[in-house]
């Protein structure tokens, strides 16, 4: 009886009490830089999030006939089977061309402070505007996407549905609040460290927990911070050391290209770290495929640190753990078109 | 009372019985022709839906990685939501090169004797393994694509559960078989004209049912019979008189290149019309996009008769009848990639 006691006394000593301990003081410093998702998503700015606007908003980010060739969706960059994005270095787009800069993932994207890489967009709306007029994306115009919205009797329905008492219910301007509604939805609560933060200890194993420990202390959150790991703020690449030209292309000079402010060079939004097992290949150039290789790129480009083997692999397995749930999403049956919808244009 | 009487009976005549007679009529001529869609599909040979297999068949379905670019998945052109089809003349395919014919629904195609518009593949797994390897599709090689599955811990546990027992369960083969298991569900029962078929006098309104009428009273439904009103039999575009080369190039010669047969000059398979209303453009140049054109040069070329406009109207009317219940279809979350995954090839 004694030798039991002494050993559950001991086994006490060596386990669960340390344990909690360092959960503890861990949760309360996680706390002071993160939260975890919603289990809804916020309310929109000059938005509501009607079902009638989130239906009509998926359809339009399902609908190939935005684009001038009737290739390309919102959703063929950005899958939401795929992480949110397109498993691509840049994404193909209008005749082949590629794109300037990785996709970046739509899944919690409501919860960046602006939008793109160098965050030239203040908010999902008119993110969504831009690839559909890009030339190297879906090559389209306005008036052509007005025009082939119009001559679809299912959208004619859908916008008037979604954008009740408007005279002029399509425009460019509702479709790109209606696929903001629609996106909005696009949140994935619960990931494993979300849970470890709202109070469960078991959420996390030791190694995963000594890299959440190694992301704070090393300084990787004073960047990737808040709810969505990033998406705030705007750092140079290279806050410390210039990475080589095959990660950092010269000729992307970031938010310079839109401030002409020396301050701007090769500045970038920090890039949201949620679901970023998913999201391969990484950074605004899509060059790096393997997530420790980044840790380690980062580590000497923003932290000036060598991060040791170790700590890359604690820091990767920890990041394994925002992985949230991701929401179901029914493939929307699309508005049939009509005689006078405009017809595909691939020149 | 009397007239009262006299009026019930003379509405009678004129209405009800000799209209009864008629849909009693005109159903029994039908039913000699067709058959309704099935709530279920039918047994596969070779191949059984079971659960599991239907579900890795949706996430292949949609997976992009399975061509070489990583920008085509089969629902690229298979495009569930828009009719089964890409709504192109032709499709793109890998470096925007342009498919030879236009691309056949998915809808229903379980019902089709045989697949593409030459009847080339015998069945839904074959036919899958088409578009995957033609350089002007997905531009990828089985050994890739096999490699590119094993790579991903969802796909191995995913095929070991849809092929149990089996040694090497992930293999091209199997890929296509659990493709063909999900494609078999996609069928549309219940269109207008089978709740007709089925004894709904109402469900075709008088222009529908003239529409029916000369659709067996012209001829059409002699090579648009069956479940699927058409897809089991073979016949020379341009039976009677051939249609110009807008919509039949002389370069594609169908069933002759494959058989290398005089008889086959210009042969392809009867197009299915069910949905044909949401699967424009039509006929394998996909030159047509309007269903009333597409039904007047059926009528010259294949029957040697020039519809009036108003049968054109009638025959047109009915054909829209053909759309039946879109199955709904939950966009799979696909299998995460691996170090190991083979990276975009888009030379």
């Known amino acids: 009886m004694r030798t039991l006691f002494l050993s559950a006394v001991a086994l006490a000593a060596l386990a669960a009490p340390a344990l909690a301990v360092d959960d503890a003081a861990l949760r309360e410093e996680a706390l002071g830089w993160f939260e975890p998702i919603p289990m809804n998503p916020p309310a929109l700015e000059n938005n509501v999030m009607t079902r009638a606007r989130v239906d009509l908003g998926a ?19 950005h899958n939401v089977g795929m992480g949110g994005v397109d498993g691509l270095e840049v994404s193909i787009g209008h005749g ?14 409501i919860f ?44 004619v329905v859908g916008f008037a549905a979604a954008f009740p008492g408007e005279a ?22 619960n990931a494993r460290f979300d849970q470890f933060l709202m109070g469960d200890d078991n959420a996390l194993n030791a190694q995963e927990k000594r890299g959440l420990a190694a992301f704070m202390a090393t300084g990787c959150a004073s960047c990737h911070g808040g709810v969505n790991f990033g ?24 938010r310079f290209q839109m ?15 949620r679901n970023i097992e998913l999201t391969a290949p990484y950074f605004h150039s899509g060059a790096v495929w393997d997530l420790e290789e980044a840790v380690a790129i980062m ?49």
């Open 259 to 273: 401030t002409q402010t020396a301050a701007d060079d090769y500045v970038f939004r920090a890039a949201p770290l």
């Open 112 to 155: 960046n402070a602006a939008q793109f890489w160098d965050g030239r967009a203040p908010d999902l709306a008119e993110q969504a505007k831009g690839p559909v007029q890009a030339g190297v994306e879906m090559n389209n115009t306005p008036d052509r996407v007005v025009e082939t919205l119009r001559s679809m009797e299912g959208y």
């Open 231 to 254: 998406g705030q703020e705007y750092f140079p690449f290279g806050v410390v050391e210039r990475p080589g030209a095959r990660v950092l292309p010269e000729g992307d000079r970031g």
């Open 59 to 77: 359809q339009l980010f399902f609908d190939p006939r935005i684009s001038r060739s009737g290739l390309f969706s919102c959703n063929t960059c």
């Open 299 to 347: 580590g000497v480009s923003q932290l000036g640190a060598e991060l040791t083997g170790e700590e890359v692999a604690d820091i990767t397995a920890f990041l394994r753990t925002l992985t949230g749930e991701i929401p179901r999403v029914e493939h929307p049956i699309l508005p049939v078109r009509s005689q006078s919808t405009p017809l595909p244009e691939d020149m």
């Open 168 to 189: 002029d219910a399509i425009s460019f301007h509702n479709m790109a609040r209606a696929i903001e509604a629609f996106e909005a939805t696009l949140i994935t609560p």
């Open 96 to 109: 082949w061309q590629k794109g300037p800069r990785n996709a970046p993932t739509v899944y919690n994207a």
